[in-house]
């Protein structure tokens, strides 16, 4: 999701395992086992009261303390290149893309309105080639 839609986050539907992002262009968008195992860790310890992610003293997480907690993991795992919250975006659309998932799928999991703008993640996902059956080699 955007750091927007992040931020401003309220619900999670666990019994459909879905994120419901209420802010930008409302959707639902996938929720790991593991990642709600962490969600619920996270609640019970900080108690937040209108939003998921809440600063200190309450109100919304601010973008740049997201920015700084990404660059801090992608440092932690031992990434040198520089690392942005919007990469993760990226990158979740290319791993689905290069697992056979539809585009069309992708294009509703991220929001977008056009299937143009989805298309961008196409050219980075060049191990989808691979298991295209090439007709012209057929009997």
């Known amino acids: 999701m955007r750091r927007g839609e992040l931020l401003n986050l309220k619900l999670i539907d666990s019994k459909r395992m879905l994120i419901r992002v209420e802010s930008g262009k409302g959707r639902y968008t996938l929720l790991s086992k593991a990642l709600l195992q962490d969600l619920r860790q996270y609640y019970s310890l900080h108690k937040p009261k209108e939003y998921l ?35 993760l975006r990226h990158s979740f659309a290319t791993h689905l893309l290069e697992q056979g998932t539809d585009l069309r799928h992708i294009q509703v ?25 090439n007709l012209l080699d057929s009997p």
Do not use: Q
Request: net charge positive; proline share 2%; aromatic share 8%.
């Open 53 to 87: 992610f809440e600063g200190e003293k309450g109100g919304k997480y601010s973008g740049s303390s997201v920015r700084k907690i990404v660059k801090m993991a992608a440092r932690k795992a031992g990434i040198r290149k520089s690392v942005y919250p919007h990469m």
């Open 109 to 133: 999991l991220l929001g977008h309105r056009s299937s143009k703008t989805t298309e961008v993640y196409t050219h980075v996902a060049d191990n989808t080639f691979k298991n295209i059956c």
